[in-house]
């Protein structure tokens, strides 16, 4: 846990998040921004900053993000494709330093990305 950081206070549940989805190793909820009809933010509970520090033990965490994306997409109601972003760095438009994974998708057009 990283004191500073929202999506750590988020897993935690010290702030209130519209979750979607929950296992051992993440935690999925609603972007309080929507760019897109459906727009989830997918978390690990381990804070780390983004890809640039993920190690060899994060293949099966960053596997696992991958996998989910479809499934969690799908029961959202985006039938009809996704996108699955990271975001890295100042440049890569990274807001929150806590590594996350968007699924983004619904009926387009959308307001941005
Ligand atoms: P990024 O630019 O990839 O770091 O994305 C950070 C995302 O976190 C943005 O899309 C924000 O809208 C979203 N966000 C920030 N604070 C919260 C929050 N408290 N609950 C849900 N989403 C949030
Ligand atoms: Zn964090």
Redesign the pocket.
């Known amino acids: 846990m990283s004191s500073n950081c ?2 750590c ?2 897993v935690s549940g010290e ?1 209130p ?2 979750k979607v989805y929950e296992d051992e190793d993440l935690v999925v ?7 897109a009809p459906v ?1 989830l ?1 997918m978390v690990p509970r381990e804070h780390f900053e983004n890809l640039d520090v993920a190690e060899a033990r994060h293949e099966r965490l960053l596997g696992k993000m991958q996998l989910l994306a479809p499934r969690l997409a799908r029961e959202q109601g985006a039938t009809n494709g996704y996108r699955v ?3 890295n760095g100042p440049d ?7 590594l ?1 994974v ?1 699924v983004l998708g619904g009926p387009r057009p959308w307001k941005r990305l």
């Open positions: 929202i999506f206070k988020i702030i998040s519209g909820f609603h972007d309080i921004h929507p760019a727009h933010l972003v990271t975001n890569g438009g990274q807001e929150v330093y806590h996350h968007h």
